[in-house]
């Protein structure tokens, strides 16, 4: 497990308390989980992705991550309908671990553009994470 | 690790079974048929399983070598915690292999086979004697099952009361098959938090327990091998609001002889007769979860029961509150007769004594290990003590890594990562059935893997070294899933 | 006591490190109100020998007994046992292993696992079969179950009522306190599963048919699969007696999506029934809902091969109250004792076997009909069918005991206007002498 000041933490995306990240992408939000989340979880071995379809409200459980020895639900960080999603993690899940911010889990309309200001930015996230 | 037994190895090599064979090799001895070959339709026919032909001689050998890999009960100590591991006696096996049991059929008339109705009768006297409980069906096949069959008489009690609760009250020490099982019964699980004792704390239940609420799934003791002392009280809060107190009885082995588990309050509980009774695990079963209730809650057994009329024993199927049939026949059956061999052997005051040894042991242990291992909880333990790889993580060692090199010695790790509330949970539970000295040999490989841990972790790393395969790979596996070959 | 090590010496030199004086020492936070305050009921403790002659007297009360030949299948069957089974069944480091999460010293256990899934997978015809289930009727249970989390929304499952009545009993038992549904299909006058009463219908997640079912009769599974298919639900296929495939074609090639049924007859006596075998398989696009353990192929850090327990994420004790299944043990010994059966009959001699059975029920058969018997069922059977005879069968059958033959299963208590009819199974224990015995009695 890395140490607090090893983990990446980058500007430019808004982090929910439950370690999701989301990014502005156009009128887009994707949503993908930080490196604390991938760094707690260990080798992820299978990603369970919602439908191109489906709605969530913040909070709502939209997937779940497996590592060898447990599962972790993901929550919306903000509500929306999904658009698109990774289909590359069907066949390589261990790509979040490699780069869980370069790669994204989900891509939402988003209800509100503005519900992003409710999420934490990186100061806040890392106190967070110190809390923790 | 000069004393430790474990070694050396005879390790061979043996492929899978369709590595092997050649077609028109036998095994088996199938008789010539003595009548005309009988008319077939083509259309109903297959071409028959891709299997193996194999000699007797292939197969007994394929068998054999693969034995050789395993650790079993009879080769050493397996101190897991929640699990006891106990001795599994050999006259026991003798009994459960007789021929007159074996080719008892089980749909057979009462009258035709009351020796085999008598065993299920006198097993289910016993286990409500040791209990303390009134009534048990020997029918659910596993201790989860015995759960599912305790949850299904929970459902049927509070339908027969008119109203359908939908909550249950779960301790975050709960075995996961607790959860398991109320949810197939539409239970929420709401979670209940250990206090800083170890044990659950009467208040939040007092403020939890309501009348949308079925009850309560307790172990006791509990999952950290303490005594859940405020029992009765909580039991007393749960029956206020109509609810029932459901034991998990995985941890019998602790209080047989010493526990009333109906004094205490419990309605329905469960046992594992292949952990507090002595069955074998056989590589991951078959076991057997009696479940046990008190005398109000009898007419919601599974059926069909057994019963006696003064001079015949009956099965019973005309019992319209029952919560049902859980198994085909009679559950595990030739587990049940090893249990009852068990019982007649031991007795009671053996029973009790096999209690206070597996606590004593316990203890020991507890108070041998307490300054080499982060004890969690520095308070009397029944008969598990729960450790942690707190002091470890300094060195960057794991439970994981303490645990597979104590493999390296000729010891099967204790539980780990269990219970939940303890992170990097070790879980020593001795049984009765080792003795002194074997307890003795293995604290002190205990306290050789924690030096080790200090002076080179990556020798706890690179575990285990000794066995026909090094640390497997557990992420491919979870990965790309190979099933079958 | 011969199980309990501790000598005198050894307690005492144990209180003195533990600071305690005597056991009650040991138990000062069980409080006194839940003492158990008198001796426990129990027999004075038997000595082996003592428990030999106890056990005796029990087993001399059976009226049926080793020299009996069963003519009484109805999901428990006698086969004939290779001595081989049980002498290697019993080795101890088979019989004492604990479950193999600690795959390094249970490769033993862990490889006979994988063998097992794929000889099971093979036979069943389906891509993967689990570590296995508690028998073949909780099997079927969890297979509804199963169907349901994979239909996400329909909530209505359907039941042959030719699937052996204490199959449909757990059933019942175990969907009684869900939301869901459980439908009775009829069967028809031949003895096969009517399914008509699916068309047109939605909302069935799963429907459950067997085959051969407990008439003996074999369904015809591919119009079944089409028929519950076009319904948009899956098809599960039960079954009591393995060997039939070595015979008939096996449910996965006739579109199954999942299998389950009991596998006692591969090697395990009938004990009363149990321990039995659940064997339990689908196809691999429900992998992740299946139920019970998986073993799983990988390598070590040498790159050596080996298995593991895999999957894990399924099952109760990390998924809790998500879990798939709150099952915890499978039947262990027994599955390695099936999978050493098929091992031992061989692809060649499971074919022959089954055959062997299929003939001897034929024979029993054509017997009961030259003597004008009704055979129920016109459809093709097994090792089992159902005659109706035209006088009463009961004091024939009570003369056949007394000669070592139990003849047939009463089948009135389980179907009404089923009076006088008995279900027959007929395996290679079963001798022409035996079965010619029966015909001439019933010719009386």
Redesign the interface.
């Known amino acids: 497990m890395k140490e607090i000041d090893e983990l990446k933490i980058p500007e430019g995306v808004r982090y929910s308390n439950d370690h999701e990240w989301a990014k502005v992408a156009g009128d887009k939000v994707r949503i993908g989980v930080s490196d604390y989340a991938q760094d707690q979880m260990g080798?992820i071995?299978?990603v369970e992705m919602p439908e191109i379809g489906d709605t969530f409200a913040a909070g709502d459980e939209f997937g779940t991550l497996?590592?060898?020895?447990?599962?972790s639900e993901l929550y919306a960080p903000v509500g929306g309908e999904v658009v698109a999603v990774n289909e590359t993690l069907a066949d390589s899940?261990?790509l979040i671990n490699q780069d869980p911010y370069g790669c994204w889990i989900m891509e939402i309309k988003p209800d509100n553009i503005e519900d992003l200001q409710n999420l934490l930015d990186h100061e806040a996230y890392l106190e967070l994470l110190q809390g923790q | 690790m000069k004393n430790a037994p474990g070694r050396s190895g005879l390790i061979m090599e043996e492929p899978l079974l369709w590595e092997k064979g050649k077609v028109g090799r036998n095994g088996m001895s199938i008789p010539d048929s003595d009548v005309p070959a009988a008319h077939l339709a083509e259309e109903l026919c297959g071409p028959g399983p891709d299997f193996p032909d194999l000699s007797e001689v292939d197969v007994v050998r394929h068998y054999t070598r693969l034995s050789q890999w395993n650790f079993g009960v009879d080769t050493g100590m397996y101190p897991l915690g929640s699990c006891t591991m106990k001795y599994n006696p050999k006259i026991n096996e003798k009994h459960a292999a007789a021929e007159e049991i074996g080719v008892a059929h089980p749909m057979l008339e009462d009258e035709y086979c009351q020796g085999t109705l008598r065993i299920i009768y006198e097993l289910q006297n016993y286990l409500a004697a040791i209990t303390g409980m009134d009534a048990v069906s020997v029918q659910p096949a596993a201790g989860a099952h015995g759960e599912l069959a305790g949850m299904l008489v929970f459902a049927a009690y509070h339908e027969s009361k008119g109203k359908k609760r939908t909550k249950i009250l779960m301790p975050d020490t709960a075995h996961g098959t607790n959860p398991a099982s109320a949810a197939l019964c539409g239970y929420k699980p709401i979670p209940i938090k250990s206090g800083p004792r170890g044990i659950l704390d009467v208040a939040q239940i007092r403020e939890l327990m309501d009348e949308e609420t079925a009850g309560i799934m307790i172990t006791n003791p509990n999952t950290l091998g303490l005594f859940e002392e405020n029992i009765r009280e909580i039991a007393e809060i749960v029956h206020e609001k109509g609810g029932l107190v459901y034991g998990d009885g995985a941890n019998m082995n602790a209080i047989m002889g010493i526990v009333d588990l109906k004094k205490c309050g419990v309605d329905v509980m469960h046992l594992n007769l292949h952990k507090t009774f002595s069955t074998p695990h056989g590589g991951g079963g078959p076991g057997a979860g009696p479940v046990c209730v008190v005398d109000s809650l009898a007419k919601f057994l599974p059926s069909p029961k057994v019963e006696f009329d003064g001079s015949q024993y009956r099965l019973e199927s005309d019992r319209p509150e029952s919560v049902g049939r859980m198994h085909a026949f009679h559950g595990n059956y030739a587990v049940l007769v090893r249990a009852l061999c068990y019982i007649l052997t031991m007795g009671a005051e053996n029973l009790k004594k096999a209690t206070q040894y597996a606590v004593l042991n316990a203890c020991y242990i507890k108070v041998k290990l307490k300054n080499h291992l982060h004890l969690a909880y520095d308070r009397p333990c029944m008969h598990e003590a729960v450790f942690s790889d707190k002091r470890q993580q300094e060195f960057k060692v794991s439970t994981l890594d303490i645990a597979k090199r104590l493999m390296d010695s000729g010891y099967h790790p204790p539980t780990i990562y269990f219970p939940l509330v303890v992170h990097g949970a070790i879980m020593i539970e001795p049984t009765e059935t080792e003795s002194l000295e074997e307890l003795d040999t293995f604290i002190e490989v205990v306290k050789e893997v924690v030096h080790e841990a200090e002076i080179d972790p990556d020798l706890l790393h690179n575990s285990p070294q000794r066995f026909k395969v090094k640390r497997l790979d557990e992420t491919q596996a979870a990965r790309n899933p190979c099933l079958r070959g | 006591m011969r199980y309990l090590p501790h000598t005198d010496a050894d307690i005492r030199t144990m209180f003195d490190v533990i600071g305690v004086k005597d056991f009650e020492g040991l138990f000062q936070t069980v409080p006194k109100s839940c003492r158990y305050d008198k001796k426990m009921d129990l027999p004075t403790p038997k000595t082996e020998w003592n428990l030999n002659s106890y056990m005796a007297e029990i087993k001399s009360m059976m009226k049926v007994t080793p020299s009996h030949t069963m003519l009484l299948g109805a999901g428990r069957y006698q086969h004939h046992i290779p001595s081989a089974i049980p002498s290697i069944m019993g080795r101890s480091e088979l019989l004492t292993a604990y479950t193999p999460y600690q795959p390094e010293m249970a490769q033993g256990t862990l490889q006979g696992l994988f063998e097992y899934q794929t000889l099971t997978a093979r036979l069943l015809g389906v891509d993967v079969a689990n570590a296995s289930m508690y028998d073949g009727a909780s099997a079927l249970a969890e297979a509804l179950l199963m169907g349901i989390r994979v239909s996400k929304k329909k909530k209505r499952v359907a039941v042959s009522t030719a699937v052996n009545p204490h199959f449909r009993q757990v059933v019942e038992t175990y969907f009684r306190p869900t939301e869901f549904e459980v439908v009775e299909l009829p069967f028809g006058a031949d003895g096969r599963t009517d399914l008509s009463g699916l068309a047109g219908q939605e909302g069935f997640a799963a429907v459950a048919l067997q085959s051969p079912n407990f008439f003996g009769v074999v369904e015809d599974m591919e119009a079944a699969a089409g028929a519950v298919h076009d319904a948009g639900a899956l098809l599960v296929a039960a079954f009591t007696e393995p060997l039939a495939f070595g015979l008939i074609k096996n449910p996965g090639s006739c579109g199954a999506d999942i299998v389950c049924g009991e596998g006692q007859s591969f090697g395990m006596p009938m004990a009363f029934g149990g321990p039995g075998l659940g064997m339990f398989g689908c196809k691999d696009q429900f992998i992740r809902n299946l139920p019970g353990r998986l073993v799983g192929e990988t390598k070590d850090l040498e790159g050596k091969r080996g298995y593991v327990l895999t999957l894990s994420t399924r099952e109760q004790h990390i998924r809790r109250e998500k879990a798939t299944s709150n099952i915890c043990s499978n039947q262990g010994i027994c599955t390695l004792t099936a999978a050493m059966y098929m091992a031992s009959l061989g692809g060649t001699g499971l074919k022959k076997l089954a055959r062997l059975n299929y003939d001897k029920a034929e024979y029993l058969k054509q017997g009961f009909a030259d003597l004008g018997a009704k055979i129920c069922f016109s459809s093709p059977t097994f090792n089992e069918f159902v005659v109706e005879f035209k006088d009463d069968f009961q004091p024939a059958r009570k003369r056949l005991v007394e000669q070592n033959i139990v003849a047939g299963l009463d089948l009135s208590r389980f179907y009404p206007g089923f009076d006088n009819r008995f279900l027959f199974c007929v395996t290679e224990t079963a001798s022409k002498e035996i079965l010619d015995t029966v015909i001439s009695e019933v010719k009386k």
Do not use: G, N, T, Y
């Open positions: 080798d071995v299978f497996e590592s060898v020895k447990a599962v899940p261990e």
